[in-house]
T-cell receptor, first 113, second 111 residues
Framework: DAGVIQSPRHEVTEMGQEVTLRCKPI?????LFWYRQTMMRGLELLIY????????DSGMPEDRFSAKMPNASFSTLKIQPSEPRDSAVYFC???????????FGPGTRLTVL | GQSLEQPSEVTAVEGAIVQINCTYQ??????LSWYQQHDGGAPTFLSY????GLEETGRFSSFLSRSDSYGYLLLQELQMKDSASYFC????????????FGTGTRLTVIP
């Protein structure tokens, strides 16, 4: 398996624009997690899905953020409109049920100007 | 709520042993995980402890004391490539399969 795949790897956009981050989890994994990492706030869980259903979105900072998982092999995290304070590295991770190891994707480095 | 405390920085000499401590506060504790992250990279899993005691995996070991809400990661025979950030993370009943991460310990290995 190629591991967790994220795209794009880097995104530079201007304030107010819509940003869509994409993730393909490892095949067969039941859980998918979206994290945001910044120097100030560390690694924060934004939302996670179990079998494509959102379980906990309490970490989503505000209504500008939304996430979907239309099927077991694809998820998106959308920011609309984007703001400079959204600049961070966004990681997607997946987990197989009954296991303890989350597999992280390479991350998307987002810069909002 | 949940909280984790770990030192922000540790420096150690190549070939030496270093211990990175983690104390936590959470309700419904399930287990403690450790992840390694190199600069510019993604976190990678090192270990998971659900029960008290020491788990050894090669040069790395992880310890947990549930009664003390405390754990540590032990790195032996340090190598330059071990320079990275190390995160402890708790798994608890507040989110059965999600993790709450500490702020990380940056380990610098010097010759």
């Amino acid at each position: 398996d190629a591991g967790v795949i994220q795209s794009p790897r880097h995104e530079v956009t201007e304030m107010g624009q819509e940003v869509t981050l994409r993730c393909k989890p490892i095949s067969g994994h039941d859980y998918l997690f979206w994290y945001r990492q910044t120097m100030m706030r560390g690694l924060e869980l934004l939302i996670y899905f179990n079998n494509n259903v959102p379980i906990d979105d309490s970490g989503m900072p505000e209504d500008r953020f939304s996430a979907k998982m239309p099927n077991a092999s694809f998820s998106t995290l959308k920011i609309q409109p984007s703001e400079p304070r959204d600049s961070a590295v966004y990681f997607c991770a997946s987990l197989a049920d009954s296991y303890n190891e989350q597999f992280f994707g390479p991350g998307t480095r987002l810069t909002v100007l | 709520g949940q909280s984790l405390e770990q030192p922000s920085e540790v420096t150690a000499v190549e070939g030496a042993i270093v211990q990175i401590n983690c104390t936590y506060q959470t309700s419904g504790f399930y287990g403690l995980s450790w992840y390694q992250q190199h600069d510019g990279g993604a976190p990678t899993f090192l270990s998971y402890n659900a029960l008290d005691g020491l788990e050894e995996t090669g040069r790395f070991s992880s310890f947990l004391s549930r009664s003390d809400s405390y754990g540590y990661l032990l790195l032996q025979e340090l190598q330059m490539k071990d320079s990275a950030s190390y995160f402890c993370a708790v798994r608890s009943s507040t989110g059965a399969n999600n993790l709450f991460f500490g702020t990380g310990t940056r380990l610098t290995v010097i010759p």
